[in-house]
């Protein structure tokens, strides 16, 4: 039965997320403390796959996710997922939530609520984790006084007072989930699909914009664009780019080795199906047939039979 690794301990949303991600295949889920230590078990060949979170709605891209991407042997990604985000506030019950001087969570679930927090726990101050099963974790040994956990994170822990449920300052908050796994076979085109790529451009005028224009003069549409430091020095950077279609498609193929010639590091981190199944919209300049038809018409030039 494949091992699939998972940020947990066991009650996080991305168990959630795994869960569902492996559900057509009989799967042992391994509990890792860090999303690091999950990417780091695929790379190591003790486990098949990781479940980890990619962005959420609300606070935008999880860091730790972009650089274990990239901070190693490649891995890529080929399935998402996208969960509703609403939180459980747990509390020892010995607390009075007025004077609760700690609520651990993390960041990402600390920021998704601090309009609640500062309402129902004005005294507390945040106590970041490496993900919400191990703020309730905290909460249950004494550590921290209150907890932003995932609703499935109450029922490991009955001895805790539930404080409040649904709780989430912005109603309609999704956070996006990834099973990732080492290079190999790519899940086929489904016409609505991702492709998810790393770059470091050099470092001279117009570099992002040339980056962007392979993109868009193919009709590509890039869904997110984000940037984190390279770790080499101050002011490298490298810009994580994820856009509709699959490297299948010619249109992407064709961006990708224009970005391969001008880039100084392209990193394709995979193509898979979106979580939203929307087909992706291809303008006809950019279709399969059209690539076709103008891949011929240069084949005839070059053979001398027309001008
Ligand atoms: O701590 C968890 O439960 C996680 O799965 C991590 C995570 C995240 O990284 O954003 C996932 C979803 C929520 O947005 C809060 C935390």
């Given at each position: 039965m494949p091992?699939?690794?998972?940020?947990?301990p066991?009650?996080?949303?991305?168990?959630?997320?795994?869960?569902?991600?492996?559900?057509?295949?009989?799967?042992?889920?391994?509990a890792?403390?860090?999303?690091?230590?999950a990417?780091d078990?695929v790379?190591?060949?003790?486990?098949?796959a990781?479940?980890?979170?990619?962005?959420?709605?609300?606070?935008?891209?999880?860091?730790?996710?972009?650089?274990?991407?990239?901070?190693?042997?490649?891995?890529?990604?080929v399935?998402?997922?996208?969960?509703?985000?609403?939180?459980?506030?747990l509390?020892?019950p010995?607390?009075?939530?007025?004077?609760?001087?700690?609520?651990?969570?993390?960041?990402?679930?600390?920021?998704?609520?601090?309009?609640?927090?500062?309402?129902?726990?004005p005294?507390?101050?945040d106590?970041?984790?490496?993900?919400?099963?191990?703020?309730?974790?905290?909460?249950?040994?004494?550590?921290?006084?209150?907890?932003?956990?995932?609703?499935?994170a109450?029922?490991?822990?009955?001895e805790?007072?539930?404080?409040?449920?649904?709780?989430?300052?912005?109603d309609?908050?999704?956070?996006?989930?990834?099973?990732?796994?080492?290079?190999?076979?790519?899940?086929?085109?489904?016409g609505?699909?991702?492709?998810?790529?790393?770059v470091v451009?050099?470092?001279?005028?117009g570099?992002l914009?040339?980056?962007?224009?392979?993109l868009?003069?193919?009709?590509?549409?890039?869904?997110?664009?984000e940037?984190?430091?390279?770790?080499?020095?101050?002011?490298?950077?490298?810009?994580?780019?994820?856009f509709?279609?699959h490297?299948?498609?010619?249109?992407?193929?064709?961006?990708?080795?224009?970005?391969?010639?001008?880039?100084?590091?392209?990193?394709?981190l995979?193509?898979?199906?979106?979580?939203?199944?929307?087909?992706?919209?291809v303008?006809?300049?950019?279709?399969?047939?059209?690539?076709?038809?103008s891949?011929?018409?240069?084949?005839?030039?070059r053979?001398?039979r027309i001008?």
């Open positions: 091992r699939i690794a998972y940020l947990g066991q009650g996080t949303f991305t168990e959630q997320a795994t869960r569902a991600l492996t559900a057509d295949f009989a799967a042992e889920l391994i890792h403390d860090t999303v690091h230590s990417l078990a790379r190591l060949g003790d486990v098949e990781a479940g980890v979170p990619m962005e959420n709605s609300v606070e935008g891209a999880v860091a730790a996710t972009l650089d274990g991407l990239v901070g190693g042997a490649p891995l890529v990604a399935a998402e997922l996208v969960l509703p985000i609403r939180f459980d506030v509390l020892r010995e607390v009075d939530p007025l004077h609760a001087t700690s609520v651990a969570s993390h960041p990402h679930a600390l920021a998704q609520v601090r309009g609640w927090l500062s309402e129902r726990l005294r507390a101050l106590v970041p984790t490496a993900s919400t099963a191990t703020a309730a974790a905290e909460v249950a040994n004494g550590t921290a006084d209150a907890a932003v956990v995932a609703p499935v109450t029922r490991y822990h009955p805790l007072t539930r404080l409040a449920s649904e709780v989430a300052d912005v309609d908050a999704v956070t996006r989930f990834l099973l990732v796994r080492r290079p190999g076979l790519l899940p086929d085109p489904t609505a699909d991702r492709t998810s790529i790393a451009a050099h470092d001279e005028v570099a914009g040339e980056v962007l224009s392979e868009s003069l193919r009709g590509i549409n890039l869904s997110r664009i940037s984190r430091p390279t770790k080499d020095r101050l002011g490298a950077y490298r810009f994580f780019l994820d509709d279609g490297v299948a498609d010619t249109r992407i193929g064709d961006a990708l080795t224009g970005l391969h010639r001008r880039c100084f590091e392209v990193r394709f995979g193509s898979f199906p979106k979580a939203d199944s929307k087909p992706v919209n303008r006809a300049a950019d279709s399969e047939q059209a690539f076709r038809r891949m011929s018409w240069l084949d005839e030039v053979a001398g001008a």
